[in-house]
């Protein structure tokens, strides 16, 4: 059974830095890439950006390319999504996501497992 957990959610002050993870069981990742989307009140579930787990390559959202970078750990199935100078506009829930590595998947459709999703205020 897969199971995808996210964490490190809060609140924080506009400016301020967080550090999401999302702790990955019950299967092999190596074949997947893993996602961070999120999702405002009133608003559609968007991409945030990706790491593929094989390998490490990253792709980021215009929106916070620059800002925020994904990482993974291999040994802890563990991926990350460390949020710097955040603003009131990247409050949201987050989520974690795989789906099989294939090219150009950043569609919220395209994406087989999902966590339960952690809040991230951003106080202006």
């Known amino acids: 059974q897969v199971q995808l957990v996210e964490s490190g959610g809060g609140l924080v002050q506009a400016g301020g830095s967080l550090r999401l993870s999302c702790a990955a069981s019950?299967?092999?990742?190596?074949?997947?890439?893993m996602g961070w989307f999120r999702q405002a009140p009133g608003k559609e579930r968007e991409f945030v950006g990706q790491?593929?787990?094989?390998?490490?390559?990253?792709y980021y959202a215009d929106s916070v390319k620059g800002r925020f970078t994904i990482s993974r750990d291999t040994a802890k199935n563990t991926v990350y999504l460390q949020m710097n100078s955040l603003k009131p506009e990247d409050t949201a829930v987050y989520y974690c996501?795989?789906?099989?590595?294939?090219?150009?998947?950043?569609?919220?459709?395209?994406?087989?497992?999902w966590g339960q999703g952690t809040q991230v205020t951003v106080s202006s």
């Open positions: 019950g299967r092999t990742f190596s074949t997947y890439v």
């Open positions: 996501a795989a789906a099989r590595d294939r090219p150009g998947v950043r569609m919220v459709y395209e994406y087989d497992y």
């Open positions: 790491i593929r787990w094989s390998g490490g390559s990253t």
